[in-house]
């Protein structure tokens, strides 16, 4: 079970192999595993052949599995609990993580975990999770970006290539494994919990908290442990048809926390091929002209880290290709993240850098805007208008082709580079489009076939002349 790497002496005089302790960051973790389980003190292990510091694949060490025999009195059914080993620092030398002081977080701060549900007469567990909790480590370690209690990654397969209606996941903390402190910083215990199409949906229209919730208060769904079942043919709505009240009820009353998505969307300013870009139209938008004085205080804003993490995220540039993440993180609020490593980027900016910086220039105004999203993006504009600017705050489309970002905001929302006088603002790629508050519910009342666009043909574009925007959708496969 343990890392066992034999060391030999160059003296003559030893011929003896010395097995060095366990390494300290390791060892926390089985600490805290052993209470758990103090009857299993040598799991099943899947183990990375050649570990990540060798080049090899697979950023986790070890995947732990264990038989967790769940609690019937609370409904609680036997299943297997799989813990990572990996993404925080084992070692403290320095060979995957930086090492930091130990009152921060250790490695990227986490470590996953993932219940699945017992099938009977099962005597050993399934290990395509630990193929599942590889990619997801791949995905950290290749963009940077750390995964959250309240994050919800779209995946748009089956978990476990089956035909299974669990296809997506949501985060949330482990049920029993509590934060711990290691000697290279703190460590804690993100649960990957299965959820349907619709869940999914639920949970970017309104918040992935609120939905773990909803997934606790039944037991086929998940219950308390919040258990993967994934032969579940029912989503919490088909099993409570009054849970989509509580989220249409709390979509209303405190909006949607989902702040941005990765997507594929691109801009264009109509005749932007005419001599009409001259000098003159640069910097229209100065710093004493824009939303972010000293009246705006209590006011929702931009907040410096989000704008600062879109532009060094566009001064980086996007990659061209994706085929290594074959998913989508999907970001939210971004004060909603406490006691996080700054030094890493958040989940909002889910991308890989390409060979080509991409150099911001300065911000311009724009006398009119085409905005164009496929069609996954462009039925999330409803989520944004209904559930994001009706209430005060704004919602970014980055693209996962090139170096593109569309923030919407509205007219409450301060230290935006756009405003009421100038809607349209480009900073490079950056667009970012204020929208008044009858503008909202007008684009709302417009784009209502959105929310549901079986009889909807498309490509499809929506038009505001007196607005001077205009917006296509476009089939996924254009």
């Not at 025999?69 to 297997?80: A, F, K, L, M």
């Not at 580079?417 to 790629?429: I, L, N, R, S, T």
Request: charged share 25%; aromatic share 8%; with cysteine.
């Amino acid at each position: 079970m343990e890392e066992r790497e034999h060391f030999y002496s160059s003296s003559s005089n030893f011929s003896q192999p010395t097995m060095p302790a366990t390494p300290p960051g390791l060892e926390a973790i089985y600490s805290a595993c052993r209470r758990l389980y103090p009857t299993q003190p040598n799991p099943l292990q899947v183990t990375a052949l050649v570990k990540y510091w060798l080049n090899g694949p697979d950023p986790l060490d070890y995947i732990s599995m264990y038989s967790n025999n769940g609690d019937p009195e609370r409904h609680i059914p036997p299943h297997w609990h799989y813990i990572s080993f990996g993404l925080s620092d084992l070692h403290g030398d320095g060979r995957v993580h930086e090492s930091s002081a130990n009152e921060g977080p250790s490695g990227y701060g986490f470590e996953l975990t993932f219940r699945l549900k017992r099938e009977p007469g099962e005597a050993n567990p399934p290990t395509w999770p630990a193929a599942l909790m590889q990619s997801l480590a791949r995905y950290v370690f290749q963009s940077d970006n750390v995964l959250c209690s309240g994050d919800h990654v779209s995946w748009h397969t089956p978990l476990d290539g089956s035909e299974s209606r669990i296809q997506h996941m949501l985060m949330t903390e482990d049920a029993q494994l509590q934060p711990i402190t290691t000697p290279f910083g703190s460590v804690n215990f993100v649960q990957i919990v299965g959820v349907c199409s619709e869940e999914l949906r639920a949970s970017q229209h309104w918040n992935g908290p609120g939905v773990i919730e909803l997934l606790r208060s039944k037991s086929v769904a998940g219950g308390a442990w919040l258990i993967t079942d994934m032969r579940r043919g029912e989503t919490i709505f088909e099993i409570d048809p009054q849970l989509q009240e509580r989220v249409d009820q709390g979509i209303e009353q405190e909006g949607s926390n989902l702040s941005g998505v990765s997507s594929r969307c691109s801009w264009e300013e109509p005749g932007s091929n005419d001599a009409q870009y001259d000098d003159d139209k640069e910097n229209k938008i100065h710093d004493n002209k824009r939303r972010g004085s000293n009246d705006s205080a209590g006011r929702p804003h931009i907040s410096d880290h989000d704008s600062e993490q879109i532009k060094a995220t566009l001064k980086k540039g996007l990659s061209t290709s994706r085929t290594n993440l074959p998913f989508k993180i999907e970001g939210k609020e971004a004060d909603s993240h406490t006691n996080r490593n700054q030094s890493r980027k958040e989940s909002f900016d889910s991308t890989v850098s390409s060979e080509g910086p991409t150099e911001l220039t300065r911000t311009r105004s724009l006398d009119a805007v085409h905005l164009k999203f496929n069609l996954e993006a462009g039925l999330l504009l409803p989520l944004a208008l209904r559930g994001r600017l009706r209430h005060g705050r704004h919602f970014t489309f980055k693209s996962v082709l090139n170096d593109v970002a569309i923030t919407f905001v509205s007219s409450s929302v301060v230290g935006s580079f756009a405003d009421e006088e100038h809607p349209f603002a480009a900073h490079g790629m950056w667009l970012q489009v204020l929208l008044t508050d009858d503008f909202i519910d007008e684009m709302i009342n417009e784009l209502e076939e959105l929310s549901n666009p079986d009889d909807t043909l498309f490509p499809k574009t929506y038009s505001w002349p007196e607005r001077r925007l205009c917006v296509t959708v476009l089939p996924d496969e254009m």
